[in-house]
């Protein structure tokens, strides 16, 4: 609310146009209940005025109430005489009600004006991680194609992690790290793959920035496995992925159909197996490898709280969206 300001003479003006706006209000109150107490709609005046322009503002909204009700609305009217000491009273107490609401308006307003400056300071931050951040893994990507040169199978490996990290950073820092949707996380690792060859569904489920970032990786080793070795490795390979909750517990089943005769559970010393393992491990969960007639299976099963869980509904078969 109020997410912008009307400063200078500008200000003024629409403290005056509101002071304006309630006399011709109480008018019109008037010519049906004379009883309606004189500066009842000159309060939403001061307030808005302060709100928009600022306590100057609000000011002026208060003295021309105060002028505007004393002469015409309170007895007798047309003139600056008070009938009663209760008039008196009646214009001391709007005087310090209104102040009162000046000062806690101008203290919000001022601390919607904070805030709005924080989060520009903090966005400009974070696009100077994101240039950083780029820069790094850029460095780091040179670094390893000369250290490599004989071996650019090895290099292109490293090289494909590394821009996973990028990737899983970038889109946590798209929400200032807040975290992200398994289904986004899952469409930004898989899309280079094909929407044919990838469908995926699942609850909505919105994982933190460290859950994002483990699984940013272990989506991305599985898909290169795949890929080298299994069943995105054949013309008829697919991969069917299906994610729910189960108790407290987020159980992720990455299937494979449509591989080889006998698929071979990935060896436990490489680096790729070695990398999921961390990553389910740093989320406290555990994980199952098996393997059928014409592909593999992996289950991984992570605990997770309430707020990870916005909704429990299922979501419908979702092909993974191609890259653009």
Not at 28 to 51: K, N, Q, Y
Not at 122 to 141: F, G, M, P, T, Y
Not at 217 to 241: D, F, M, Q, W
């Amino acid at each position: 609310m109020f997410a912008y300001s009307i400063s200078g003479w500008r200000g003024y003006a629409v403290a005056v146009g509101l002071v304006g706006l309630a006399t011709a209000l109480r008018f019109l109150l008037g010519l049906f209940e004379d009883g309606v107490v004189p500066f009842a709609l000159f309060f939403p005046a001061v307030v808005i005025a302060t709100l928009l322009s600022g306590y100057r503002a609000g000011s002026v909204a208060l003295v021309l109430s105060v002028v505007l009700t004393w002469f015409v609305f309170l007895p007798p009217p047309f003139s600056f005489a008070l009938k009663d000491a209760a008039a008196h009273l009646n214009v001391l107490l709007f005087i310090a009600s209104s102040a009162l609401l000046i000062w806690v308006s101008e203290g919000y307003r001022k601390s919607v004006q904070d805030l709005r400056e924080e989060k520009s300071f903090r966005d400009l931050l974070l696009d100077e991680v994101r240039h950083r951040s780029r820069n790094s893994v850029a460095v780091a990507k040179t670094i390893v194609d000369n250290t490599l040169k004989s071996d650019p199978q090895t290099a292109a490996t490293i090289n494909g992690r590394l821009a996973t990290l990028l990737s899983a950073e970038s889109l946590l820092m798209e929400e200032s790290g807040a975290g992200e949707r398994l289904q986004t996380v899952l469409n930004n690792e898989l899309s280079a793959y094909g929407t044919d060859k990838i469908i995926a569904t699942g609850s909505d489920i919105v994982l933190p920035a460290r859950h994002a970032r483990a699984w940013a990786l272990i989506v991305h080793e599985l898909a290169t496995n795949a890929v080298k070795y299994g069943a995105l490795s054949y013309p008829e390979g697919r991969v069917l992925i299906t994610w729910l909750r189960v108790g407290e517990n987020l159980d992720f089943v990455w299937a494979e159909t449509g591989g080889s005769d006998a698929p071979q559970i990935p060896a436990s010393g490489g680096f790729g197996t070695k990398l999921i393992d961390a990553m389910v491990k740093s989320l406290g969960g555990t994980i199952t490898r098996g393997a059928h007639h014409d592909g593999l299976t992996c289950s991984i099963s992570v605990p997770l709280s309430e707020l990870e869980l916005p909704t429990r509904t299922q979501a419908p078969p979702h092909r993974v969206q191609p890259a653009v």
